[in-house]
């Protein structure tokens, strides 16, 4: 029983330095952007998940660890905005 709370409590742990290195990522992207590009639509999550999402209310929600920061991080990386690997760093 304790070894799998442990398995558990350390993939947490992973999932949480995963998530950490992506909201670097994503900052350190967001840095570089063009002020007025932060105002352009990157994502369109759709009516029921928060409709367009601006780069710069991606940062807000993002900065601010939401559900809907989490989705639209997701996505970011799905579209490959955010290099997984080291090379893009």
Do not use: H
């Amino acid at each position: 029983m304790y070894g799998l709370y442990l398995k558990q409590v350390t993939k947490s742990v992973e999932n949480a330095s995963f998530y950490k290195t992506m909201k670097d990522k994503f900052f350190k992207f967001f840095a570089n952007l063009p002020l007025n590009l932060r105002k352009e639509i990157v994502l369109d999550l759709g009516p029921d998940n928060g409709g367009p999402i601006t780069w710069e209310v991606a940062y807000r929600e993002i900065n601010a660890d939401t559900k809907l920061g989490k989705k639209i991080l997701e996505k970011l990386i799905e579209l490959k905005f955010i290099p997984l690997d080291e090379k893009g760093s």
